[in-house]
């Protein structure tokens, strides 16, 4: 099982399980700018047995993109594709 990141835009990647699309790591940004937290959450409202490991819930919340990473087992971060 592994977890790729792939950026959107800025704060936002699709979070990919073995080729597939299922979830999202995006950050929150306060009103006023100062509190930041990033947010793993999965697409769909599976039961818990279903759920993809590490996920015991829909959506966990991390102080920063690295502490998201290795909570999804050491994911990989990637850029978007380019069009050529």
């Known amino acids: 099982m592994t977890y790729t990141l792939h950026r ?3 704060g936002s990647y699709d979070l990919v399980l073995d080729g597939v699309i299922v979830g999202s790591v995006v950050r929150e940004v306060s009103v006023d700018g100062g509190h930041r937290a990033w947010h793993a959450e999965l697409l769909e409202d599976l039961p818990p047995s279903r ?3 590490p996920f ?3 959506e966990y919340a991390f102080p920063t993109l690295d502490a998201a990473t290795a909570w999804l087992c050491g994911a990989l971060v990637k850029s978007a ?3 050529a």
Do not use: Q
């Open 56 to 58: 015991i819930e829909i």
């Open 51 to 53: 759920r993809p490991s």
């Open 8 to 10: 959107l835009a800025a």
């Open 81 to 83: 594709l380019k069009a």
